[in-house]
Structures are given as structure tokens and as C-alpha cells.
């Protein structure tokens, strides 16, 4: 039964998920969700209360993919240029292939969550911040083993860097070509990283 349950679930979060990025939240009824799994209109609140309760329940799922991302990789295990590059690569593809699979990621983010209730500005913020701290890690790992100049400000080239990638992410969903799109703003990191910041003697 709880399997069905779950089932469920996760086929009301995706018509959710559409219903958001199709025709925003403000405009977006329960009825829409509904409609397009064939499900009573009452069917749905013994799942959810809301539909603030069900578009909360979309971005934690979104942001609990992404921070799957982030955090699958140690940002200390790099130990040559090479392998740091590779893992730059590596994780910033894993997050955009996300992006390029399912592209109302884009639009509910960027588009449709921030200012719709103070709690999840609070938990977006949150997100951003946990974001900014593995990063930050993988600028100081990049530090200690002299890819990059010591002496950054790893804390505040950590939130630069991760505006950058969030820019990128968000110019996907308006790209006609997204994945040429999303490996130039992979590049362009990456040469703001070991060029921008690096130590020069490790460029070459």
C-alpha cells in the first residue's frame, strides 16, 4: 500500500511540475494538476493540502536533486591539475544534464518560485548558501594543491563562481541549441577558474 502510495505521489508531483512551468504558479489551479493524470479534483488532498504545500513539495525535490550533484563528489580528492579539471567538468555537466533533461527546472526555479511565500525565499537561500560551501571547499582544495593562486577569497569567488553557473542555467530554457549552450558556460567557468584564478605555471 505504501508503495502505491508513493507511486501516487510522484505522479501528482510531476503533473505539478508541468502544471508550474506550463502556466506558472499564480495561474496554475489544482484542477490543471489533476486533469492530467485523470484524477478527481478531491483525489488530490489526500496527498497534499495545497497547492502551496504541493509546490513546496516540487522544489524540495528539485533541490534535493541538485544537492545530490553537488555533494556526490569529494572536493578534497583532486591531486593534479588534470583530475581537478575533470571534476570541474564532471560535476557542472552532471547539473546541467539535469537541466537539459527536463527543461520546466528553468522555469519553476528561476521563473516562478522566488517571492511566492517567505518560507521558501528562506529555503532557496538556504539551498544557495549549502551550494556556496562545497564550492568554496573545492576553490580551497584547488588553493592548498596549487592549481589556484593562494591568497583568494575563496568564500566570496565561491558565490561568483556559482552566479555564473545559475546564469547559465537559466539561459538554457530561452537557448535554441541548449547543450552547445550549457558546455560554453561549462568552458567559460572553467577558464574562469584555472585561468582567472589559477597560478599560471599550472595552465599551460
Not at 18 to 39: T, V
Not at 60 to 89: K, M, W
Not at 126 to 138: D, G, K, M, P, Q
Not at 151 to 174: E, P, Y
Request: aromatic share 10%; hydrophobic share 40%; proline share 1%.
Amino acid at each position: 500500500m505504501q508503495g502505491k502510495t508513493t507511486d501516487k505521489r510522484g505522479e501528482i508531483l510531476d503533473a505539478a511540475k508541468a502544471a508550474f512551468a506550463e502556466r506558472g504558479f499564480a495561474r496554475a489551479r489544482i484542477a490543471d494538476i489533476a486533469r492530467k493524470i485523470s484524477m478527481g479534483h478531491g483525489t488530490f488532498y489526500r496527498y497534499f493540502n495545497n497547492k502551496l504545500d504541493i509546490f513546496f513539495s516540487v522544489l524540495d525535490g528539485i533541490f534535493a536533486d541538485i544537492a545530490r550533484v553537488v555533494a556526490d563528489e569529494d572536493p578534497s580528492s583532486t591531486n593534479s591539475l588534470e583530475e581537478y579539471r575533470g571534476q570541474i567538468l564532471r560535476v557542472g555537466r552532471r547539473l546541467y544534464g539535469m537541466f537539459l533533461a527536463d527543461d520546466r527546472l528553468a522555469q519553476i526555479i528561476f521563473y516562478e518560485a522566488p517571492g511566492v511565500d517567505p518560507e521558501l525565499d528562506r529555503r532557496m537561500d538556504e539551498v544557495s548558501a549549502a551550494i556556496n560551501r562545497y564550492t568554496e571547499a573545492y576553490l580551497q582544495n584547488g588553493i592548498q594543491k596549487g592549481f589556484l593562486r593562494r591568497g583568494l577569497d575563496a568564500r566570496i569567488l565561491a558565490k561568483a563562481v556559482d552566479a555564473m553557473i545559475f546564469a547559465g542555467l537559466r539561459d538554457l530554457s530561452a537557448s535554441r541549441d541548449k547543450e552547445r549552450e550549457a558546455e560554453r558556460w561549462l568552458d567559460a567557468v572553467c577558464t574562469l577558474m584555472l585561468e582567472g584564478m589559477g597560478t599560471g605555471r599550472n595552465n599551460a
